[in-house]
């Protein structure tokens, strides 16, 4: 007897029903509605009938499945639902054969991105579809690709020619060698010492194509007015009056800035027919606007607060040529900051913000109206996803699949707002990643997760969400021969953080000489003495982070820990972090002394250290030793750090 179900009355999200439940629970993304049966349907013997359905409020990605032992039926809003109903039908297959079901679905959001930085290293074109075919088969909607930055200019712009003859190459691949160790010379295409590459407009608009038929709207990023090395090096003209330097950004006072950016906008709106164009505006050094005599005039005659507040000009005049075009302006959070200017109360109704930085910026962009795309450090894919001694050199700290996981855009999407919550996005920044096979070892499973958000929402557990990704692997590295990590052999977080410690100093009153950051505050005041210990990431809590900064010779770290009493011990044992991929060293000296009244204090430890490179992210234990027990009542710590704008990161003092 033929079942007859209507899928209109469907109400259960997922109906466990034996072995044909472990499929609900395999797909990624996890279907809104469904109904699994007991039989199976073969497309070789059965009848397969499409149909189009009016959208029931869901968006153009709606459809659904009705899949009986002889029957199959599909139903969809738009093209696009057809293409992802063909992608659950593709998950669900088990050899020739689908299990019964039905299904309705729908995305959570209208934004599914990844974001591939194409300029620190070049990837083919070969490279890019290949991920398009793995993201769409995931229902990745956005594939944002970080066209120019310092490290090369990646697409051909026909009016300004020396952009890939020059500003696409550079002397070194070692990303180390080339940012870091100050060479950052750029070389001529054709120099066999030259390392680089770029796209013709040719494979981009080949690209554009292939993923608009996989649902992918391919999104290019042009940044400005920072990140801008390669451009003002290749443009010398859009540097700051009587800057002979290098330049990291662009002169926002200078009309020629104005009509070069135009000018490369329009050839990029030719390529790429996304009614979203990413203009970057994150991380702008602005130290040549202050010394350049034309921005000094400029900021006077626009009233603003000094010449860093230019950069809120420039973005408000990119993002009204681009809203004369038809097009919508995407730009990093420091856009929000921008926006308080004097001259500029407002971005402009087509800036939409990626939020990166602090994740309540959500609320203050909505709050005046802009749209967001959740873009957070937690969805940063360059951070290493195992424990760092056993895993390839990376940027940044630990960033597992478990702790990917936990963050839930779903409190963001507040009521009452002008601005929405687009979306989310996961990041891969390339300094450290110079090959396609470690790209895909650091997208893959992680870009997965984020997919699910994007689609269903965080709707499960960790644990069937993994059980999800190991279900993946024969497609994703058998099948598409994906170099994708293998979460079956994680080694997993530092075993310091796995268990409280005891000692003298637990619970101890701790003076601040000099703050922690606002960024990583750890618990608070009593942090480095609550008796737990961070694992591999310095943003996981347990970790608190001081920056040397330029205005002063201080050190970062100076505190004093007050034991209460005048007790006796031996031993004085902190740990440093160093992750160099993230600006965090150990420091470069360690002071120890000790005091009986706080205020005479005896040295009992003083080490200089070299600094080092590291291909992992390291910790360092500073440790006291004394023949004889110390007595005293305060401790005092200080380390030091001889550049500006790194970090130093501990997490507990331990007293014995």
């Given at each position: ?122 990837f083919p074109l070969s490279f890019l579809k290949k991920q398009v075919n793995v993201l769409s088969h995931y229902k990745v ?144 050094g602005k130290g040549s606007w202050a010394k350049c005599p034309t921005c000094q005039r400029k900021a006077r005659l626009l ?354």
């Open positions: 007897m033929k079942r007859n179900m209507t899928l209109t009355v469907l109400t259960v999200a997922v109906l466990s029903m034996g072995t044909q439940a472990m499929k609900a629970q395999e797909l990624l993304p996890q279907p809104k509605k469904a109904i699994f049966g007991k039989g199976t349907f073969n497309p070789k013997r059965g009848v397969i009938t499409m149909e189009k359905i009016h959208d029931a409020g869901h968006g153009k990605e709606h459809y659904k499945l009705h899949i009986t032992p002889d029957t199959m039926r599909v139903l969809y809003a738009d093209s696009t639902g057809l293409f992802y109903a063909t992608q659950t039908i593709s998950q669900l297959r088990k050899g020739e054969l689908l299990p019964t079901c039905d299904i309705e679905d729908w995305p959570s959001y209208e934004w599914r991105g990844c974001m591939i930085d194409v300029s620190r290293h070049f909607n956005r594939l944002h690709l970080h066209l120019t930055d310092a490290g090369g200019w990646r697409l051909q712009i026909d009016r300004y020619p020396e952009l890939t003859k020059k500003a696409a190459w550079r002397t070194e691949s070692d990303w180390t060698k080339w940012w870091i160790d100050n060479d950052r010379r750029y070389m001529q295409e054709g120099d066999p010492e030259a390392y680089g590459g770029y796209y013709t407009k040719a494979e981009m608009r080949e690209l554009v194509a292939y993923a608009a038929q996989k649902g992918i709207t391919v999104v290019p990023e042009i940044e400005m007015p920072g990140h801008s090395e390669e451009l003002t090096a290749a443009i010398p003209e859009l540097k700051c009056e009587g800057n002979a330097e290098a330049q990291g950004d662009v002169c926002p006072s200078n009309e020629n800035t104005y009509a070069t950016l135009h000018n490369i906008l329009d050839e990029v709106m030719e390529v790429f027919p996304s009614k979203w164009i990413h203009i970057g505006g994150d991380e702008a009233g603003l607060r000094s010449t860093a507040d230019l950069q809120g000009y420039l973005i408000q005049r990119i993002a009204a040529y681009l809203r004369l075009e038809g097009r919508e302006a995407i730009g990093w959070d420091e856009v929000l900051d921008d926006s308080l200017s004097t001259y500029a109360p407002s971005l402009g109704d087509n800036v939409n913000v990626m939020v990166w930085r602090d994740i309540k910026a959500a609320r203050r962009a909505m709050s005046r109206g802009h749209n967001v795309i959740l873009s957070p450090g937690d969805y940063y894919l360059d951070r290493y996803q195992d424990a760092p001694p056993t895993e390839p050199f990376a940027g940044g700290s630990y960033q597992p699949l478990r702790n990917l996981w936990t963050f839930d855009p779903a409190p963001y999407r507040a009521d009452g707002l002008e601005g929405k919550v687009l979306g989310v996005q996961g990041n891969l920044w390339t300094e450290y990643i110079k090959t396609e096979d470690y790209a895909e070892y650091m997208l893959y499973p992680r870009e997965l997760a984020i997919a699910e958000v994007g689609w269903s929402g965080r709707s499960r557990s960790y644990e069937e969400l993994s059980q999800a990704v190991v279900a993946q692997y024969p497609w994703l590295t058998t099948a598409q021969h994906v170099n994708a990590f293998d979460i079956r052999r994680e080694k997993g977080d530092r075993k310091e953080k796995l268990k409280p410690v005891r000692h003298k100093a637990v619970g101890a009153k701790v003076t601040y000489h000099q703050p922690y950051s606002p960024s990583y505050v750890g618990q608070g005041d009593g942090t480095l003495t609550d008796g737990m210990c961070g694992g591999w990431s310095y943003g996981d809590g347990r970790w608190q982070g001081f920056m040397q900064r330029r205005d002063t010779t201080k050190a970062p770290f100076d505190i004093t820990i007050d034991l209460g009493e005048v007790r006796r011990f031996s031993t004085v044992s902190l740990d440093f972090m160093q992750s160099d991929g993230a600006w965090v060293f150990y420091p470069s000296r360690v002071n120890i002394s000790v005091s009986n009244d706080g205020e005479h204090f005896v040295p009992i430890y003083n080490k200089e250290y070299a600094r080092e490179r590291l291909k992992v992210v390291g910790t360092r234990t500073v440790t006291t030793t004394s023949k004889k027990k110390n007595q005293a009542r305060f401790i005092r710590i200080t380390a030091h750090e001889e550049h500006p704008g790194e970090w130093v990161f501990t997490d507990e003092v331990k007293v014995y």
